[in-house]
């Protein structure tokens, strides 16, 4: 069963031909911007350390796709939370297509998912009450593979208990506010910008207190770990062939998770810049070169953050034919 949400959100409806091309327009520029950083990234890969052990960068690669399935596992069961056992092909295409816009801050560009769900009866506050549990696991989830190296990140180590302290506080209050009720007494109030702000916002979290359930909040945990740790498993090996330093498996998540957390605090588009500086700056710290610290760190953002992108643009595509007259 689903808690009931106060649904204030906009039915699909048709537009006029100007607002499609404003967003498309949106879309194209933005796509633009990823072509850009990621020309930014590439041009800097020498890869000739790496043409030896191109089996081990396929199984990073493979590792990454791990990840997205793992984690398209785990929104299929937020939908049949919500009451809608979609079919897999459709939520694998919408959830993927999130991805064009990771590099938005915060990755909040990744809920225009939510407008492939309008048709299918899902509001924006489910689907945004979703999306805000999946992050905030997600953070969850980099803090505990951080732990792993925790007595080798005291620089870091005020980045790791901010992201502490904010999963923290925010599991609170998702959990104990009566969100239901405050969400009543705003429908009450019938006037007041704030109030109409604020709307949205309360309808959201009370979509995703269903989601804090132990079992589904267990098993989106549990699936996090697995999925992100995969895609530290493949740092290790891509490592393992830069250089002969054996980088431990829990030392490789801690790198990754550590860059991730600083990436995402930085609130940055896709992290870009602060996750690179502080992933290079650990393997630096743990016996690589800096030119193999840099390698590395571009040859991981290349196999997670663009492989993502450029999977989600794809599924973008796929899906516009689907939803033209409802944007």
């Not at 593979?145 to 923290?168: K, N, T």
């Not at 550590?258 to 870009?272: E, K, M, Q, R």
């Amino acid at each position: 069963m689903s808690t009931p949400v106060l649904n204030t959100d906009l039915q699909p409806a048709t537009v006029p031909w100007w607002r499609r091309l404003l967003v498309y327009g949106v879309f194209a520029l933005f796509a633009a911007w990823c072509i850009k950083a990621f020309h930014h990234d590439i041009v800097q890969i020498d890869l000739t350390p790496l043409r030896a052990g191109w089996t081990a960068v396929a199984i990073a690669a493979a590792l990454s796709l791990l990840n997205y399935v793992l984690r398209v596992w785990r929104w299929r069961l937020y939908l049949q939370r919500l009451g809608h056992d979609l079919p897999w092909g459709f939520v694998s295409l919408t959830f993927m297509a999130g991805f064009a816009f990771t590099l938005s801050p915060g990755k909040l560009g990744e809920m225009v998912r939510a407008r492939y769900y309008l048709p299918r009866g899902i509001p924006v506050s489910a689907v945004s009450g979703a999306f805000f549990v999946e992050r905030l696991l997600d953070l969850a989830v980099m803090i505990l593979l951080a732990v792993a190296v925790l007595a080798e990140l005291q620089a870091y180590r005020v980045f790791l208990w901010v992201a502490v302290g904010l999963v923290g506080a925010l599991l609170m209050g998702v959990a104990l506010v009566p969100w239901t009720h405050v969400a009543a007494q705003l429908m009450a109030v019938h006037q007041g910008k704030l109030v109409t702000a604020l709307r949205p916002l309360v309808n959201m979290l009370v979509s995703a207190r269903q989601f804090l359930a132990p079992g589904l909040l267990l098993a989106g945990l549990s699936m996090g770990l697995v999925a992100w740790g995969a895609e530290a498993v493949g740092l290790k090996l891509v490592a393992d062939v830069v250089a002969p330093i054996e980088l431990s498996i829990p030392a490789a998540m801690g790198i990754y998770a550590i860059a991730i957390i600083v990436g995402a605090l930085s609130f940055l588009p896709g992290g870009l810049g602060s996750t690179e500086a502080v992933m290079a700056a650990l393997l630096f710290a743990h016996g690589y070169t800096m030119p193999q610290a840099i390698l590395l760190t571009l040859v991981c953002r290349l196999l997670t953050l663009w492989l993502a992108v450029v999977i989600g643009w794809l599924c973008v595509w796929v899906l516009r034919g689907q939803t033209s007259s409802n944007v």
